[in-house]
């Protein structure tokens, strides 16, 4: 079974910057597309950025023009820079294979608070 450990997350002000790395127990990037999914306290679990095997990415509408997803396969990780932060970023951040989700890793807290 493979496993997702997601990195990088912490505490921010608004505007600040945070890049997340998702490590996979085995090379699974070559295969699947991966996408960075998010949960904030009492709303369901979002899908906020996507990318292929081959590279192509999609982000949604909260997101786009101030987070971008990379990957790097040799690595087994995949990365999620996040600029121009804002309070409703706040959430657990995970990882996970596309288009259907393995288990979950444990998350990383990112807090976008002044």
């Known amino acids: 079974q493979v496993q997702l450990v997601e990195s990088g997350g912490g505490l921010v002000q608004p505007g600040g910057s945070l890049r997340l790395s998702c490590t996979a127990s085995?090379?699974?990037?070559?295969?699947?597309?991966m996408g960075w999914y998010r949960q904030a306290p009492g709303k369901q679990r979002e899908l906020v950025a996507t990318?292929?095997?081959?590279?192509?990415?999609n982000y949604a509408d909260s997101v786009k023009g101030r987070f971008t997803i990379s990957r790097d396969n040799a690595k087994n990780t995949v990365y999620l820079q996040m600029n121009s932060l804002k309070p409703e970023d706040t959430a657990q951040y995970y990882c996970?294979?596309?288009?259907?989700?393995?288990?979950w890793g444990q998350g990383t807290q990112v807090t976008v608070s002044s």
């Open positions: 990318i292929t095997s081959s590279g192509s990415t």
């Open positions: 085995a090379n699974i990037f070559s295969i699947y597309a």
């Open positions: 996970n294979k596309l288009p259907i989700p393995g288990s």
